[in-house]
């Protein structure tokens, strides 16, 4: 089936350390990739998105490119502000409509 | 315009209650969905609509959850005699098209305690 693994555990890093946070998918066919964000007190908003193998999606500082060999889609930022502690969710969809299959997501925290 | 709307934000129901949800989307979205979230989990899929239509609801966990969206827009979920293992967050997302690379636009959820 469609599915999607992140890292386990929560990430707590100083500000302007560099964040990745991991993310490998399984589908058949050919799934578009996704990161949602979910700040505090707010929903769930789209933060980046790749729609074929070698795309790299980018928003705020934010990168993760699509890479169909390694089936993963790894989100990348260069220098983490306080602003970006938030959960940070993988996504995929693969069945022809806009349908989500997510991760557990993961729990950053940007300490001064 | 608004975002999409859910209400209530906070549910207490007794074990064996009925609830009732409800998601309001943005104007004009096709789409919608709506997806549980258990505590330290990602969203699970449990149905979606395309206007009127429920096209999909292989993921509602039995068949005490019902969900309707009778005229294309407004949409709610119900669910009969309330269990324990439904306390979790529903949220309802709603978007413009239904194609597989459209953004969808959530709404800030119903978090339902069931004691």
């Known amino acids: 089936g469609n599915s999607v693994t992140q890292m386990e555990g929560p990430v707590t890093l100083s500000e302007e350390a560099f964040l990745t946070i991991n993310c490998t998918y399984t589908a058949t066919g050919y799934p578009s990739l996704f990161w949602y964000v979910q700040y505090p007190g707010e929903g769930l908003q789209l933060l980046l998105k790749?729609?074929?193998?070698?795309d790299k999606g980018s928003n705020k500082g934010f990168e993760a490119t699509y890479r169909k060999e390694t089936t993963s889609f790894h989100l990348e930022k260069g220098s983490v502000q306080v602003s970006d502690s938030a959960v940070y969710f993988c996504?995929?969809?693969?069945?022809?409509?806009?349908?989500?299959?997510f991760g557990k997501g993961n729990q950053v925290v940007v300490i001064p | 315009g608004a975002g999409v709307s859910q209400s209530p934000r906070y549910k207490v129901a007794k074990r064996g209650q009925d609830v009732a949800l409800r998601c309001d989307p943005i104007?004009?979205?096709?789409?919608l969905f709506w997806y549980q979230q258990a505590l330290g989990q990602g969203p699970e899929f449990l149905t979606y609509?395309?206007?009127?239509?429920?096209?999909?609801k292989s993921g509602l966990p039995s068949d005490r959850f019902f969900a309707e969206r009778p005229e294309g827009s407004v949409s709610t979920l119900k669910i009969q005699r309330t269990q324990q293992e439904d306390s979790a967050v529903y949220l309802c997302a709603s978007s413009l098209w239904q194609g597989q690379n459209t953004e969808a636009f959530f709404g800030q959820g119903t978090r339902l305690t069931v004691v």
């Open positions: 996504a995929l969809s693969a069945w022809g409509n806009n349908r989500l299959a």
């Open positions: 104007s004009g979205h096709v789409s």
């Open positions: 609509f395309q206007n009127e239509a429920q096209l999909d």
């Open positions: 790749a729609t074929k193998a070698d």
